[in-house]
């Protein structure tokens, strides 16, 4: 099984792309403002290593796309300062639901469901996936490991 079988891959962005929470919640457990945050999650050092390896081997052959809970606006920017939007033929972030924003991608691309892919790190993802067909694949959460209807986990399957 390799990523480059697949139509397009879809990947989420907090906690696949960019190891943000431990930045999103200060040391203190207090909520940082805006633009602290934002500052913080720009750094490229908070990139999951495999995660970036993955996307720069895919980009250029297979669409890549992005598709998020965070707040749109943001995540444009985010991959803007970060240096990730020149690999992605999309980037969709909420407050639209994942789930609606895979069916309009899929829709919109034409993308057969089953021959398109979802890594992504929480259930959430994993339901989204679901409902539009995709293949799903689990990313830096163990309780994803072994759902039913999961393709597997996604550092088993680099390029």
Not at 37 to 44: A, E, G, S, W
Not at 59 to 85: D, M, R, T
Request: aromatic share 10%; with cysteine.
């Amino acid at each position: 099984m390799n990523f480059l079988n697949f139509q397009a891959v879809v990947f989420d962005f907090d906690g696949v792309i960019l190891n943000s929470n431990a930045i999103r919640i200060s040391r203190f457990g207090q909520v940082l403002s805006s633009e602290a945050m934002q500052q913080k999650l720009c750094n490229p050092d908070f990139l999951y290593p495999d995660t970036l390896k993955l996307i720069q081997s895919l980009s250029g052959k297979i669409p890549l796309h992005i598709a998020s809970g965070a707040e749109h606006n943001e995540l444009l920017c985010l991959c803007e300062k970060l240096e990730l939007s020149s690999h992605f033929v999309s980037i969709h972030g909420g407050p639209t639901p994942k789930y609606l924003l895979l069916g309009q991608l899929l829709l919109d691309c034409g993308y057969e469901p089953v021959k398109t892919c979802l890594i992504g790190d929480s259930h959430s993802d994993y339901e989204a996936a679901l409902e539009n067909g995709m293949q799903f694949f689990g990313y830096a959460n163990p309780k994803l490991k072994g759902l039913d209807g999961s393709s597997g986990w996604f550092s088993e399957f680099l390029v």
